[in-house]
């Protein structure tokens, strides 16, 4: 069974000229509450390449790092009584959130919110830091991955991602004119820069791709369509764009994919893995890299086939799930644990 999981398609490792790209995840989030300075510091001294902003706006434009623009779930803003009346109830990308958000607050009221862990009941030890950290714009994440690469005698990269595009677009709050002028101020403007942006929406990157030099990453779920997709009738999944016809037009305006990791090895109805697909052959033919996400070590989000033991929340074997994607020629890798990612390289060569 192994053996055919692990083949690896015709032409697959052989794209790759250099060892895989390690992505800290919202930082090293396995180890410290999510897109804080704190978890991207960590993630930097576990040997990550890049660290991983996800970039929502606040209320006076200011681009800052949050998972979602709704913040209960990481920020303590829901404990916080002066801010208790700026709880609405919003229909983001067609779902209706409840909860607090971003946009509705200046960069000056978001920090004096502390930031939590998201996962609490997965990630207990984290909780230990909540309320210790503030949340972070997207020019202190430039800032720390300039003095960390100062430091440290090589280059830490930042992955943006420009989260909803559609709605900051609606409620005229652009993430894309900030991102690129925020990028030019640092003078971080062209593809041997250390950035990447992604983006869940095609249509963003594709104005992205006119008026910034810097690489774009096409991502890619195992289900759905791009929201500006369901906004212009377009009838394409994301399915479709992960097809060899996709991944040719994904290729004239971006320079790889970032791709749910189910669409590379899937998995059957009992979590076990099943023959590898020929997407990363598929996107290397077009000459675009193919990273994937999000590779975490609790069993929960392992494949069977990796865990120990049945407890959801204990730990399984992350590295050997690193192995696998890297024998297939993977070309980076967005974990939660950096770490686990850096090891699991330096076996592989």
């Given at each position: 069974?192994?053996a055919?999981?692990v ?5 697959a490792a052989a794209?790759?000229?250099?060892e895989?790209?390690?992505i ?5 989030s ?5 897109h804080?300075l704190?978890?991207?510091r960590l993630?930097?001294a576990a040997g990550?390449?890049y ?6 706006s606040?209320?006076?434009?200011v681009?800052v790092a949050r998972h979602e623009n709704e913040i209960s ?6 404990t ?8 609405a109830?919003?229909?983001i990308?067609?779902v209706?959130?409840?909860?607090w958000f971003?946009e509705d607050?200046?960069?000056t009221e978001?920090?004096t919110l502390r930031?939590k862990e998201r996962?609490?009941l997965?990630?207990p030890?984290?909780t230990?830091f909540?309320g210790?950290?503030e949340?972070p714009?997207?020019?202190e994440?430039?800032?720390l991955?300039?003095?960390?690469s100062r430091?440290?005698g090589?280059?830490?990269?930042v ?7 559609t709605?900051?677009?609606s409620i005229?709050l652009a993430?894309e004119?900030?991102?690129v002028?925020?990028?030019k101020r640092n003078?971080?403007t062209?593809k041997k820069?250390?950035v ?10 594709r104005?992205?791709s006119k ?5 774009l990453?096409?991502?890619l779920?195992s289900a ?6 369901v ?5 394409r999944?994301?399915a479709d ?5 996709g ?8 320079d ?17 893995l099943l023959a590898?697909?020929t997407?990363?052959?598929?996107a ?6 193919v ?9 929960q ?5 990796f865990?120990i033991g049945?407890d959801p929340?204990a ?18 890798a ?7 990612a850096?090891a699991?390289?330096?076996g592989s060569r």
């Amino acid at each position: 069974m192994l053996a055919a999981i692990v083949a690896v398609p015709t032409g697959a490792a052989a794209h790759r000229d250099q060892e895989p790209t390690v992505i800290g995840h919202r930082g090293a989030s396995g180890y410290r509450p999510e897109h804080t300075l704190e978890s991207y510091r960590l993630a930097i001294a576990a040997g990550a390449d890049y660290i991983e902003p996800d970039l929502v706006s606040t209320r006076d434009g200011v681009l800052v790092a949050r998972h979602e623009n709704e913040i209960s779930g990481t920020t303590d803003v829901s404990t916080r009584p002066e801010f208790a009346a700026r709880k609405a109830t919003k229909t983001i990308d067609g779902v209706s959130v409840t909860g607090w958000f971003t946009e509705d607050f200046t960069l000056t009221e978001l920090k004096t919110l502390r930031a939590k862990e998201r996962l609490p009941l997965v990630r207990p030890t984290n909780t230990v830091f909540d309320g210790r950290y503030e949340v972070p714009t997207f020019q202190e994440v430039i800032d720390l991955a300039k003095a960390e690469s100062r430091r440290l005698g090589r280059t830490i990269g930042v992955y943006p991602e420009t989260k909803h595009p559609t709605y900051f677009q609606s409620i005229g709050l652009a993430l894309e004119e900030p991102l690129v002028r925020t990028l030019k101020r640092n003078r971080l403007t062209s593809k041997k820069d250390g950035v990447i942006i992604q983006s869940f929406e095609t249509a963003n990157l594709r104005a992205l791709s006119k008026v910034t030099d810097v690489k774009l990453v096409q991502l890619l779920s195992s289900a759905g369509k791009p929201y500006d997709f369901v906004v212009a009738g377009d009838p394409r999944t994301y399915a479709d764009l992960a097809k060899a016809d996709g991944l040719k037009w994904i290729s004239t305006y971006a320079d790889g994919v970032g791709v749910e990791k189910n669409l590379i090895v899937p998995r059957d109805s009992t979590g076990k893995l099943l023959a590898p697909t020929t997407l990363i052959r598929d996107a290397h033919r077009t000459g675009l890299i193919v990273h994937a996400w999000t590779f975490r070590a609790e069993n929960q989000f392992l494949p069977a086939d990796f865990r120990i033991g049945t407890d959801p929340n204990a730990r399984g074997d992350l590295f050997a799930e690193f192995a696998l994607f890297y024998g297939l020629g993977l070309d980076g890798a967005f974990s939660d644990h950096p770490d686990v990612a850096v090891a699991a390289r330096v076996g592989s060569r």
